[in-house]
């Protein structure tokens, strides 16, 4: 039986060190631009997990390429493909902290103060809603996708250039459309917002078209693929909707007019893209992600089925009823949607249970990113709980209570939505990018910040929002409470903000300090007393083996020998360790010799 030098315990990062040669079979499951030269601070274990390959399958590969000669050097600079998630992920920040959480926080601060939600123009609320969904949702969903989606297929993605090419079309667009609706109705309002309409839609039909070819390429079908296509079908369709919806809003010519096309056609536009959008794509990358992530439960598969033909029937079946009811006034239509409102809070309780959520998890399976996933799952269910309670609380509570003589709330409707976007979606986005993120920069998860200030600030300032705009409905003073509400979640983003551009600035840096091709490669080699100890292990990764038998734990460390070994020579480094100088530099010569001349020095006993 041939020796196992690779074991699933290994690190990324140690095993790319010690055999290079086995870059490439990682590469090819989807490390490629992962994590910078090294690849991530995980497990192989998890990594075969992450990426769904079968571990001794992935062994075998890698202890074979870990028998042959080894590389001297390898040329692991990303591609535009391996990096494109950052450009969408710092629109995305730049996004919210502008128009849509900044510009909701002061929009609600203005509702506060005037006690009234129509305190600001609707134009107003109508732009930062639409920045929060396409800007901030949006551009997250499309950089994770076009990141994460050919990795989970083994893949590349198709046309990176063309990828690219819709970040500026989507984010050109949003902002065209937020000065649009500032404008109206002076013009070219219309033809501003119908222009950015189209940017729009151009640039999430690129994005449908990029991720639907790089899943085909793959020929690698998996249960969460539908999901992945139904969402991208809500994001075509709502992006064909918006520039309609715009026309129909800001091109009321009377009251009573905006009041019935707002009434009847805003409830659908956002259910097709919270629900839709969002909700259906959290769910399909929840089944792929959570359990090889975490190690958690896979769901079964009639729970999948249900819930891929449940929640997009639930959402195609309100959407029908609610605007048959409006344009018909048949109540017993609208009266449908109530089912629908079962089916996902069915949804919302089911999922957790299946992935067995909130069961304890083992220490070497949490991170900082867990506790967000948990508590999105958690304002999940009370969203659900909510929308299955408007007609309840609308016909027994608000109405009686207030004498208000239509049956229907906008505090506590408005409530349901920001339970929904800022509980589920938005904490989503902060946990899953919190693992993500670090890990495709190559640092460790669990010893980046626990970034706790923000899961307490975004749960605080939800909780505020959620209870005291349903308090509005009967007393004036919750307005006060909730009008500070809106910048307790935008400092909690900020914070989140810093720390994920501190990362992304952080892989940056690993990739520039990353030694070129050339550089190894463009002068003979000479190893003397002399030699640094980092331009040693960087020509010949092969020594790492003798440097740690020696006692050189320290280089174990990537990061140290990165930094410490490039300032200190093989001299240097055996006084201060008591080595015997001669001994190491001989067997230093062995190792560099057998890789110079094609031989592999595995036939030594070194331990590995």
Request: aromatic share 12%.
């Amino acid at each position: 039986m041939r020796e196992q030098r690779i074991t699933g315990d290994m690190s990324i990062p140690d095993i790319v060190k010690r055999y290079p040669g086995t870059r490439a079979v990682l590469d090819r499951y989807g490390l490629k631009g992962c994590g910078g030269p090294e690849g991530p601070r995980e497990s192989l274990r998890w990594f075969a997990r992450l990426h769904g390959v079968p571990l001794d399958r992935l062994l075998r590969e890698l202890n074979e390429a870990a028998r042959r000669p080894q590389p001297t050097s390898l040329d692991v600079r990303p591609s535009l493909a391996d990096t494109i998630y950052r450009p969408f992920f710092l629109a995305g920040l730049t996004t919210v902290l502008t128009l849509g959480c900044l510009w909701g926080a002061i929009n609600l601060f203005f509702i506060g103060r005037h006690q009234d939600f129509g305190g600001v123009d609707y134009s107003w609320t109508l732009a930062h809603g639409h920045a929060m969904v396409f800007g901030f949702v949006g551009l997250f969903i499309m950089g994770f996708a076009y990141q994460a989606f050919p990795r989970f297929k083994h893949t590349t993605l198709w046309g990176p250039r063309l990828a690219l090419f819709s970040l500026p079309l989507m984010a050109g667009g949003i902002g065209l459309q937020a000065v649009a609706h500032l404008l109206a109705p002076r013009s070219p309002y219309l033809f501003l917002g119908l222009t950015a309409g189209a940017l729009q839609l151009i640039a999430v039909i690129i994005f449908a078209t990029v991720i639907r070819r790089t899943m085909q390429r793959a020929h690698k079908p998996e249960p969460h693929d539908r999901f992945i296509a139904a969402a991208l079908g809500w994001f075509v369709l709502a992006a064909m909707a918006n520039p309609i919806i715009f026309w129909l809003f800001e091109s009321a010519t009377t009251r009573e007019q905006f009041l019935f096309r707002v009434a009847t056609f805003n409830i659908p536009y956002r259910d097709a893209q919270l629900l839709g959008i969002a909700v259906v794509m959290i769910l399909g990358v929840s089944l792929r992600y959570l359990p090889h992530a975490y190690g958690l439960r896979e769901p079964s598969t009639g729970w999948r089925a249900f819930l891929f033909w449940g929640v997009n029937g639930a959402i195609l079946v309100g959407i029908v009823s609610f605007l048959t009811g409006m344009l018909t006034g048949r109540r017993e239509a609208m009266m449908i949607q109530e089912l629908a409102g079962v089916i996902l809070f069915a949804v919302a309780l089911g999922m957790p249970r299946q992935f067995r959520l909130f069961r304890p998890v083992p220490e070497s399976e949490r991170d900082r990113g867990l506790k967000f996933i948990r508590a999105a799952y958690g304002w999940f269910i009370v969203a659900m709980a909510m929308l299955v309670l408007v007609p309840v609380y609308n016909l027994g509570i608000y109405q009686p209570l207030t004498g208000a003589s239509v049956p229907f709330s906008h505090a506590f409707f408005g409530a349901y939505r920001h339970a929904l976007t800022v509980g589920f979606i938005m904490m989503m986005i902060v946990g899953v990018s919190s693992k993500v993120v670090p890990t495709l920069a190559g640092v460790e998860v669990r010893r980046a910040a626990s970034l706790w200030p923000t899961f307490w600030l975004l749960n605080l300032g939800n909780a505020l929002r959620v209870s005291t705009e349903i308090a509005t409905d009967f007393t004036p003073a919750a307005y006060v409470i909730m009008s500070v509400s809106g910048f307790i979640e935008v400092a909690g983003l900020g914070l989140w903000a810093y720390d994920l551009v501190g990362h992304i600035r952080a892989g940056w840096r690993l990739e520039r300090a990353a030694p070129p091709v050339a550089a190894i490669t463009e002068h003979p080699f000479h190893l003397t007393l002399q030699t640094k100890v980092a331009e040693v292990i960087e020509r010949y990764p092969q020594t790492l083996d003798v440097f740690l038998r020696h006692g050189f734990t320290a280089l174990g460390n990537p990061v140290l020998r990165r930094t410490m070994a490039r300032a200190v020579t093989l001299e240097q480094a055996c006084r201060r360790e008591g080595v015997d100088a001669t001994v190491l530099l001989a067997e230093l010569r062995q190792v560099i010799d057998a890789a110079a001349t094609g031989r592999s020095s595995s036939s030594k006993a070194w331990p590995v």
